[in-house]
């Protein structure tokens, strides 16, 4: 899309969540999502990301900064927002003993311009079960009446907190096939997922949360590209590690090595695999097993989480470390 015809439908600028206890959940986080696109919010638990879905549903307002949605502040003016937005939350929260039918329809005379209830059940794979009472649903079902729920009023932005846990692989690919749908007619999507094949499978963009902090951004391509390709095979019989040319020369930057296999880390996989492509031509060998790939979205999210934890915790030494030297002369009196 180019960018001068972009409309931002969702737009996020230095947003802070503080609780009660004064526990700052949303630290400061910037991010846009334009119509039709879906945008995934990824993280580790506590990250942060229900608490900034929420902001996003006006349910809350942010301690700071500037949340838009459809051009509207989702909080003091929620009566303009809420009618075009569909809201999937992580609890759903149904009267236990109506049907699946009937809570449809109890929803549907909340909803203005509401979509037939037979339309909703057929949308999200419910007819047959239709007749059941909603306490009878397994999870995975609940998690299809909540999001049947969401799409009643037609949004044009929808909100899905984890729409397909509890789902079986099944229900999960129904759910990825039915927002691709959506997305397609130019709903705009922002949903949260902890299975990151999702993300990567759905996503137009993401944004991985850590600590309240957006660690990284960008389309899944973007954000997987900035961490280092694997290449894995296995050393020829009679070779050793030292018989390949010098690693840093290929361009790499780690290795492992496990029995005779061998993994590579490089940031430039065309060079290093060309390279060792042509060694082993030139000594004669083949190159077993040889595995050749760029980073998954799920090692780009452990490597990201992992470089977060160890920053965090070298800041919060920092800190001990520079509390130790202001409070030097204490630390040495409690010493000595
Ligand atoms: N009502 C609350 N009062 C105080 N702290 C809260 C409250 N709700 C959430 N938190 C804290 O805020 C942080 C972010 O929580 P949040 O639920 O937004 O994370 P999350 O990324 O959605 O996690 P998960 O993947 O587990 O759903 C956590 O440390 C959590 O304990």
């Known amino acids: 899309m180019n960018t001068d015809e972009r409309e931002e439908v969702i737009d996020v600028t230095d947003v802070r969540r503080v609780y009660g206890g004064g526990f700052e959940a949303v630290r400061g986080i910037t991010f846009s999502v334009g119509r039709g696109e879906l945008f995934?919010?990824?993280?580790?638990?506590?990250?942060?990301?229900?608490?900034?879905?929420?902001?996003?549903?006006?349910?809350?307002?942010?301690?700071?900064?500037?949340?838009?949605?459809l051009g509207h502040d989702p909080h003091t003016e929620r009566a303009a927002v809420r009618p075009r937005t569909g809201v999937m939350l992580q609890e759903g929260g149904f009267p236990n003993e109506l049907t699946v039918a009937e809570t449809i329809r109890l929803w549907a005379g909340c909803t203005s311009g509401a979509r037939p209830a037979t339309e909703v059940l057929d949308m999200?794979?419910?007819?047959?079960?239709?007749?059941?009472?909603?306490?009878?649903?397994?999870?995975?079902?609940k998690r299809r009446l909540d999001l049947g729920l969401a799409l009643l009023g037609r949004p044009e932005v929808l909100f899905l907190d984890e729409p397909t846990t509890g789902l079986?692989?099944?229900?999960?690919?129904?759910?990825?096939?039915?927002?691709?749908?959506?997305?397609?007619?130019?709903?705009?999507?922002?949903?949260t997922t902890h299975y990151l094949?999702?993300?990567?499978?759905?996503?137009?963009?993401?944004?991985?949360?850590?600590?309240?902090?957006?660690?990284?951004?960008?389309t899944p391509a973007e954000v997987t590209a900035a961490q280092p390709s694997r290449i894995s095979f296995e050393l020829p019989e009679g070779f050793f590690l030292g018989d390949l040319p010098p690693l840093a020369e290929l361009g790499v930057t780690g290795h492992e090595t496990s029995g005779r296999t061998v993994l590579l880390r490089t940031e430039e996989l065309q060079r290093t695999a060309t390279a060792l492509l042509l060694w082993a031509?030139?000594?004669?060998?083949?190159?077993?097993?040889?595995?050749v790939r760029s980073a998954s979205l799920e090692e780009a999210f452990l490597r990201i989480a992992e470089r977060e934890t160890a920053?965090?915790?070298?800041?919060?030494?920092?800190?001990?470390?520079?509390d130790t030297r202001s409070n030097g002369t204490s630390t040495e009196r409690a010493a000595a």
């Open 40 to 69: 995934a919010l990824l993280g580790t638990n506590g990250a942060g990301k229900t608490s900034t879905v929420e902001l996003l549903e006006g349910l809350a307002a942010p301690a700071a900064g500037r949340i838009r949605v």
């Open 311 to 322: 920053r965090s915790r070298g800041e919060s030494a920092g800190h001990e470390a520079a």
């Open 124 to 141: 999200v794979g419910l007819t047959r079960r239709s007749t059941i009472r909603v306490k009878q649903l397994s999870g995975g079902e």
């Open 197 to 218: 094949e999702e993300a990567e499978a759905l996503a137009d963009r993401l944004a991985i949360l850590h600590e309240g902090r957006i660690a990284a951004s960008g």
């Open 168 to 191: 079986d692989a099944e229900g999960r690919r129904d759910t990825w096939d039915l927002v691709r749908a959506l997305r397609e007619e130019g709903t705009t999507v922002l949903m």
């Open 281 to 291: 031509d030139r000594a004669g060998v083949a190159l077993r097993g040889l595995d």
